[in-house]
């Protein structure tokens, strides 16, 4: 077995997939002094990452600024330096840890790390973000089972302080301490949980998401009225509807067919017609304008 030195830090990493969580994740590293590169498949992604993670900084630049131009613009340069952008997996490979973030097919990861475990040196630690996927399973194709794990963060990630670092049977209590410890260096809070389905936020919160929308299904309340009755009655920043339309309806959709495909019998984890039509309309929340509720063209609901 390769072993790291308790005290080694990632000194550089590598995101594979830019989007809304991979970007996220990127732009909280580079915010952390840590230089990150970020594997896409082609030039029109890389244009959609550096995009969106220029609009988020240029978010907390205007709080950490105070609204003064010239400084944000340093602030947001500054760390812009920090990262990389490239389509080459060779140049991506060659890191300290990669933390992956691609779509949640497990066929796509598995073709990913088989490729990447032979392009990436020995003491490079991989992790995934996935959030319904096994990591044992993602992790089963790789030579370095004990160098894997998982780092789950939430959306908006530069927002959200949690981090679910995932233990599989495997993984060296070293690379765990690792990934904690990278987990905090990037402003997060640690949260270690076994390689458990849904880990400890999803296997709560889907299934609440998921009995909001059949509540509304049976006429019990209006979608408006159960966001408003979560947000006021229990202190949540967004209602379940709000969310699901935040984090992607197809994403939730995605999570509970998979769930219910292994456990047929449990209420918890049946499908909705609710939720089937909208993703058969094309409406998977505000990335497409519609989900739940409107958008307008910058993303706010339209009362
Ligand atoms: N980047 C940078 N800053 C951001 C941001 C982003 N992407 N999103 C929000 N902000 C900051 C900005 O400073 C913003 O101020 P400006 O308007 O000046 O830009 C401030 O947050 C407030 O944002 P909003 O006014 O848009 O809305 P808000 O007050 O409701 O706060 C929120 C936004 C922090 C996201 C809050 O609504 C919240 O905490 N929502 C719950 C999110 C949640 O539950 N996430 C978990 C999802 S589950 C998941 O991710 C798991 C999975 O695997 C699917």
Not at 104 to 112: A, F, N, R, W
Request: with cysteine; charged share 25%; proline share 4%.
């Amino acid at each position: 077995m390769f072993r790291l030195s308790q005290t080694s830090l990632f000194s550089k990493i590598s995101v594979w997939g830019g989007g809304t969580m991979g970007g996220g994740i990127a732009q909280i590293t580079a915010q952390a002094g840590i230089p990150a590169t970020i594997l896409e498949v082609s030039q029109d992604r890389i244009d959609f990452s550096r995009k969106q993670i220029e609009g988020s900084l240029a978010r907390v630049a205007k709080k950490k600024c105070d609204g003064d131009a010239t400084k944000m613009k340093a602030y947001v340069d500054g760390i812009m330096k920090n990262l990389t952008w490239t389509t080459d997996e060779k140049q991506a490979a060659d890191t300290d840890l990669i933390v992956e973030a691609v779509i949640e097919d497990i066929k796509v990861k598995h073709d990913l790390f088989a490729r990447v475990d032979k392009l990436a040196p020995k003491k490079t630690v991989f992790a995934s973000n996935t959030s319904s996927l096994g990591i044992a399973d993602i992790a089963s194709v790789t030579g370095r089972k004990d160098r894997f794990g998982g780092l789950h963060f939430f959306s908006p990630v530069p927002m959200m302080k949690l981090v679910e670092v995932v233990r599989t049977e495997e993984l060296s209590p070293e690379v765990l301490a690792q990934l904690k410890d990278f987990a905090t260096k990037v402003g997060k809070v640690p949260v270690v949980t076994k390689d458990s389905m849904g880990f400890i936020v999803n296997r709560l919160l889907v299934p609440y998401q998921m009995e909001a929308i059949r509540l509304v299904e049976r006429g019990v309340a209006s979608i408006p009225d159960v966001d408003t009755a979560m947000k006021l009655g229990c202190g949540y920043p967004m209602g379940p509807f709000e969310l699901c339309d935040s984090v992607g309806c197809d994403i939730i959709k995605f999570v509970i067919d998979g769930w219910h495909k292994q456990y047929p019998e449990e209420p918890l984890f049946k499908p909705s017609k609710l939720l089937d039509d909208l993703i058969a309309q094309g409406k998977l929340g505000k990335k497409t304008g519609e989900g739940f509720y409107k958008y307008d063209s910058k993303g706010k609901k339209i009362e």
